[in-house]
């Protein structure tokens, strides 16, 4: 039987490119229907909503994350992961750039509207980083 802490360490320190497409994906898939659903789109309230730019970006990419985890192979894998890090931190500084500005203040298609869509760009960002360039070495990936 696996342990609570055994588990989080997998998690933790383990974590590979297709985890991060896995897990990434998904969390995408979540948060594009969940922007759909919700009125408004409000994850937190009025602090924190996604606009219909978003939720088909979040859709779109999650869909391209998780085939990308099940048909690349882990060069690839690595390097997508990699992009999404880069992609990832751009738009968390980009939005700090932008912050107070209208809506759909990201090319006309999106709103980063508050320092939460930074900071999350930010670590999804990071954790993309961590994923291509210190986590655990992939098994299975094709």
Request: glycine share 12%; with cysteine.
């Amino acid at each position: 039987m696996i342990s609570v802490c055994t588990l989080w360490e997998e998690v933790t320190y383990k974590m590979n490119p297709k985890q991060f497409l896995v897990v990434g994906g998904a969390v995408l898939l979540l948060l594009g229907v969940l922007g759909l659903i919700l009125p408004g789109g409000q994850i937190l309230g009025s602090d924190w909503y996604l606009t219909m730019g978003e939720n088909v970006a979040h859709l779109v990419l999650g869909v391209v994350a998780l085939a990308a985890a099940y048909t690349l192979d882990a060069k690839l894998q690595k390097m997508l992961v990699t992009v999404v890090g880069v992609v990832a931190v751009f738009f968390g500084v980009y939005g700090f750039m932008v912050a107070g500005q209208p809506a759909l203040n990201t090319f006309g298609v999106a709103n980063l509207e508050t320092p939460y869509d930074n900071i999350l760009h930010l670590a999804v960002g990071a954790w993309a980083f961590y994923a291509a360039y210190a986590g655990g070495k992939t098994i299975g990936a094709k």
